[in-house]
């Protein structure tokens, strides 16, 4: 088909807003992590990812539009992996974080009186986490199904174990005690789930770049650009060229993530409900109870999920001095003390 050249000064790649502040990296994430993009037909995404790839190489199509590109980057930053570039699965997506959490969170705080009551809900939440989880780690270390499955059993006992045990620990506790039950297991199993089902990058660690996305360590393997200001993708792998204490650092970071996003929802929401069900017009219709959750967790996690995402910078850096003596001394004995900081992506 015929192209046309790209508008002159325009990057794709190039962040819209200042990723190095909160509230730039917030208004990033409040575009990709827009639940309607979660509705969008899979034939526009494809086209979305042929568009960038063609700004890429210099061309668009006949009459494209600076919004036109702007909304094709948009849809392809939300279905598309940083690291791998190919298509996430819609659960895994943080644009399906809203609609699903939402729905597991709103039964969560419903259904907490019962032992089956809890332990389905939390099933299924932390098989929904787990796929979520695999979704969003750094593509560049490859996980095996066993792990995976070590991963999803581990994180879903620990959240089992804490809200039943839980439950029945608080049956004779204030009401609301009960209520954060689901948000105490919540936040256990994600201690849990996300450094399991990235596990490998605690191992392996991950590979670490320069600023200009070149990979470092003794490899003279160079990288080329992912997602803008996302991670460098490696060409080939070098063990001197990847780190333990980033990948422990990323994960951390995303840990302290997904704990805050659940948080509001799960904290301040069992408050509400505990005022609002002394009302007798909420008494005579305990049938709405669960949808009335439902919805109110969707107002929490549709300012939460980018909101926390935002919380620190997708493309983390790492102080040198900071790193294993080995690939620090191999960097330093290579570009001397033109490197102060390494970069790598910590997933979401």
């Given at each position: ?48 990812q042929a ?65 089956p ?5 939390q ?35 620990t ?28 936040a ?42 996302g991670?460098?993708r ?38 509400i409900m505990?005022?609002l ?44 001095a ?6 620090r ?20």
């Amino acid at each position: 088909a015929e192209m046309a050249a790209v508008p002159l000064g325009f990057d794709i790649d190039a962040p819209r807003w200042d990723q190095s502040t909160f509230a730039g990296r917030l208004r990033h994430f409040l575009n990709i992590t827009d639940p309607r993009t979660a509705l969008v037909p899979e034939r526009e995404l494809d086209r979305a990812q042929a568009i960038v790839a063609g700004c890429r190489a210099g061309l668009v199509p006949p009459g494209s539009s600076r919004e036109q590109l702007l909304y094709a980057k948009k849809l392809y930053d939300s279905a598309f992996h940083p690291d791998s570039g190919e298509k996430m699965n819609l659960i895994g997506r943080m644009s399906f974080q809203v609609p699903g959490g939402m729905a597991l969170t709103g039964c969560m705080l419903q259904f907490y009186r019962t032992v089956p009551a809890v332990v389905f809900w939390q099933w299924v939440n932390q098989s929904f986490n787990a796929i979520v989880n695999y979704t969003n780690r750094n593509a560049a270390s490859p996980i095996s199904l066993a792990q995976i499955g070590v991963a999803y059993i581990t994180a879903t006992g620990t959240a089992l174990a804490t809200a039943v045990g839980l439950n029945f620990y608080t049956k004779r506790a204030p009401p609301l005690l009960a209520r954060w039950v689901p948000f105490a297991a919540v936040a256990a199993a994600n201690c849990v789930n996300i450094p399991m089902m990235r596990q490998q990058e605690i191992i392996n660690g991950v590979t670490v770049t320069d600023e200009d996305n070149n990979e470092l360590g003794r490899s003279r393997v160079s990288a080329r650009g992912g997602r803008g200001w996302g991670a460098g993708r490696a060409l080939g792998l070098s063990g001197c060229s990847r780190s333990q204490r980033a990948a422990a650092k990323g994960i951390a970071q995303v840990v302290v993530s997904r704990i805050t996003m659940a948080a509001p929802g799960m904290v301040i929401l069992p408050i509400i409900m505990e005022r609002l069900e002394k009302f007798p017009f909420m008494q005579r219709i305990r049938v709405l109870h669960a949808p009335l959750q439902v919805l109110l967790c969707g107002g929490f996690l549709l300012f939460m999920v980018p909101a926390a995402c935002a919380l620190f910078p997708q493309r983390c850096s790492l102080a040198l001095a900071d790193l294993e003596p080995e690939l620090r001394d191999s960097i330093v004995a290579k570009h001397g003390d033109k490197v102060p900081y390494v970069y790598f992506n910590k997933g979401l």
